[in-house]
């Protein structure tokens, strides 16, 4: 679950945005329709749902990062072409753009998947690279036949634990909790592997709605069920209790508990993730120093990680705060 983390470091970031990459050329384009009448009548005659984007890249450099990068993505067209109707809306100049005051549109880009009744199957607002898009797009297009199979077969627990992970992966943690608190149930005894998954992502939830002790709990049943770690959970929960004051603004806890997070988990998959945390935190909590050297060590030992250019941006970040050079 390292999008979590990844989300966390979002915020870490306050808003650096990394340039924008030239997309490859696709062999196949989307072929937007630009009416809801149009696409919903394709809709119908192909059972398929509506992919419905709601953009102004003339004003939204998200947008055009989309269009840019996402869009023309070959295995992005190919994916949509297939499994959607794709309905583009121009909030700046389309006749329809009052579609975005019915689907009570939070900003710009929005895709929505809806069907032709206009019920929102999922939705995901921002900016997306094609991977991680197409991710969004399969968990979308499986949700009805998902739906269709628990419906079926209401006390199969692979179902149920399928649909319920589609939605976490689609932001629909509210449908999936009561499907993972029945998973619990279901599986009560962890016979069949599912339960230990089904608590840790309801303990992840709890952290989101900033319910603590509910989440403490929930991980130390997954502990509790998996002693030998076969689930690989454990580095991932550390990790998510040790970055928890950072969300209430308490930097220099965090750093701590980082800083014991490495020394426990050196061999982590998550270790360039919170190496990064530690600089920023570091930062944050007012110690600049500490700070830009966790950062120069970052950017040597991983110069080839995802977050090595946010590593090179925060200590151009200290050295201009601070006026010394590093």
Not at 90 to 106: D, V
């Amino acid at each position: 679950m390292m999008f979590r983390h990844f989300a966390l470091l979002i915020l870490l970031v306050l808003s650096i945005t990394l340039p924008a990459c030239a997309a490859e050329n696709a062999a196949e384009t989307i072929s937007w329709k630009t009416s809801w009448n149009e696409a919903a009548k394709a809709a119908k005659e192909s059972s398929k749902n509506i992919l419905l984007l709601f953009t102004n890249p003339e004003r939204c450099p998200p947008c055009r990062m989309m269009e840019q990068q996402t869009w023309p993505d070959a295995g992005v067209a190919k994916f949509v072409n297939a499994n959607f109707v794709p309905l583009m809306i121009h909030t700046g100049r389309s006749k329809e753009r009052g579609l975005a005051n019915e689907f009570m549109m939070r900003g710009i880009p929005t895709t929505l998947v809806v069907d032709t009744d206009k019920n929102v199957v999922a939705s995901k607002v921002g900016f997306s690279p094609p991977e991680e898009f197409l991710k969004f797009l399969r968990a979308a297009a499986s949700v009805e036949k998902l739906q269709k199979k628990v419906k079926t077969d209401a006390d199969n627990v692979t179902h149920v634990f399928e649909l319920a992970s589609v939605y976490v992966k689609l932001g629909r943690k509210a449908d999936a909790v009561g499907l993972l608190e029945k998973i619990c149930k279901l599986d009560n005894d962890n016979s069949k592997e599912k339960k230990v998954h089904a608590l840790y992502l309801l303990g992840t939830i709890a952290l989101e709605n900033k319910q603590i002790e509910d989440a403490k709990k929930k991980f130390h049943e997954v502990m509790k069920l998996d002693p030998k770690d076969k689930t690989a959970y454990a580095d991932d929960i550390a990790l998510q209790l040790a970055i928890l004051p950072a969300n209430e603004g308490n930097f220099a806890s965090a750093a701590s508990n980082l800083k014991k997070f490495m020394a426990d988990f050196p061999k982590s998959k998550l270790r360039p993730e919170a190496f990064l945390y530690l600089g920023r935190c570091y930062t944050l909590a007012g110690d600049k120093d500490a700070g830009a050297k966790v950062f120069k060590k970052f950017i040597k030992e991983y110069p080839d990680s995802r977050h090595a250019e946010y590593a090179k941006r925060f200590l151009q970040d200290v050295k201009r705060t601070t006026g010394k050079s590093r």
